[in-house]
């Protein structure tokens, strides 16, 4: 069955300070991947996507993503965290040529920052 | 350019009480969604559409329906509401289908008690 995974609920890293949020994909085809971030008490926004081409993918906000086939994963990154990027980021993923409507969403990561 | 407007952002709602959450887009794009949003759980889809007159089910559509009788306005309507229902809902819409990026609603927060 397709699926997203986020192992991480929360992390929290300190302002300055290298991130990482994991994203695992279960696809049978190549999937389109997204990464999306939540703000508090706001809807979602669109910080990159893969769909095929250069596996390094950058963003806005000063993200990047690198989707790695052989570890079925979609990561990002940012080499210094703001206190700004606090919120929730969410992992999507879907095919084309599947159910029209079906963006897969992981559970989400948290993300607190200490000053 | 307002992108995609919710109404209303807040609404507590007693049990077997009916309601309909609206949203509209004005980017004319041919797929809008309905997800909602349970704490720990990532959204779920509950409809979608992909153009005008056009409307299909998700992964959790029970206790809810749904209608697109022109491009923009694409409402989610609750019928007999149950505490079950008690979750942030967001519409969603895309230029095409899911593989295109999806611009968000800021979302209606429901209660029901």
Known sequence: ?115 | NAGVTQTPKFRILKIGQSMTLQCTQDMNHNYMYWYRQDPGMGLKLIYYSVGAGITDKGEVPNGYNVSRSTTEDFPLRLELAAPSQTSVYFCASSHRDPTDTQYFGPGTRLTVL
């Open chain 1, 1 to 115: 069955a397709q699926s997203v995974t986020q192992p991480d609920i929360h992390i929290t890293v300190s302002e300055g300070a290298s991130l990482e949020l994991r994203c695992n994909y279960s696809y049978g085809a190549t999937p389109y991947l997204f990464w999306y971030v939540q703000s508090p008490g706001q809807g979602l926004q669109l910080l990159l996507k893969y769909f095929s081409g250069d596996t390094l993918v950058q963003g806005i906000k000063g993200f990047e993503a690198e989707f790695k086939r052989s570890q079925s994963s979609f990561n990002l990154r940012k080499p210094s965290v703001h206190w700004s990027d606090a919120a929730e980021y969410f992992c999507a993923g879907t095919t084309r040529g599947g159910s029209q409507g079906n963006l897969i969403f992981g559970k989400g990561t948290k993300l607190s920052v200490k000053p």
